[in-house]
């Protein structure tokens, strides 16, 4: 019955915002009618759950009340401390964040949901050839350590955020190190592991994504190179 409730809740306000948003929408055109030409791109209106919306979500509560106890095996869901749910109702993102951790609630054929892992994770930027401001070509790989910050964002605002912030810890890397010479390549560690982080945390920011921590792990130049700066020492 708390389930049922909520639910009504949420309708019920979701209802009340549209009224309110369509009651302004309506006096801004009023009051601009003799400025069409400017409120026409000023004024935006979102469109709220329409009537067919809410008759399915009704009728989705009427049959998890007739089919009780057997129902809540399909409307009980749990995720663990470290995961979150992103819950889409009809194709709209639901209000009130992602769930969890523990015990939540979904209404079967009318909400779909996805889980999102929050723990740290890690990524070895594999090794990339890179030719160097002084014009040597060396070949270098980082790790990556990384993890989601925003559910929600992770969801809705890209396909494949890990593959994304991967492929992205790539990009940076080769663009970082192509505007320096070996030897600072060699000597400055440090600052190119945060330039990069700073870059990164930039990059996969819209995508909820939060870039702990960046290590430039090998360093590797060719034979003929190696020989020759041994040959100097």
């Known amino acids: 019955m708390i389930f ?28 601009g009618s003799s400025k069409d030409n400017h409120s026409h791109d000023e004024v935006q209106c979102e469109e709220g759950p329409g009537v067919c919306a809410f008759a399915l979500t009704i009728f989705s509560l009427f049959l998890i009340i007739v089919t009780l106890p057997l129902s809540l095996f399909f409307v009980v869901k749990v995720v663990q401390e470290y995961e979150r749910a992103v819950i889409f109702r009809l194709g709209r993102l639901l209000t009130g964040g ?11 054929c009318v909400d779909v949901y996805e889980k999102i892992d929050m723990r740290s994770q890690t990524f070895e930027i594999p090794p990339q050839e890179i030719l160097t401001k002084d014009s040597v070509t060396v070949f270098v790989n980082a790790i990556m350590y990384y993890k989601v910050a ?36 060699l000597c400055q560690r440090e600052s190119i592991a945060k330039e990069m982080k700073e870059t990164l945390d930039e990059g996969t920011e819209p995508w909820g994504v939060m870039v702990e921590r960046v290590e430039v792990k090998d360093v590797r130049v060719p034979e003929q190179l190696q020989r020759a700066m041994a040959a100097e020492a």
Do not use: C, W
């Open 98 to 108: 992602a769930r969890g951790p523990g015990v939540f609630f979904v209404i079967p």
């Open 4 to 31: 049922i409730k909520q639910t009504f809740k949420q309708v019920n306000q979701q209802i009340t915002t549209k009224l309110i948003e369509e009651m302004k929408y309506q006096d801004n055109q009023k009051m």
């Open 150 to 185: 925003n559910a929600i964002h992770a969801v809705a605002n890209v396909d494949d955020y890990s593959g994304s912030a991967r492929l992205l810890a790539a990009t940076t890397l080769r663009n970082v190190l192509g505007t320096l010479t070996l030897g600072d390549i």
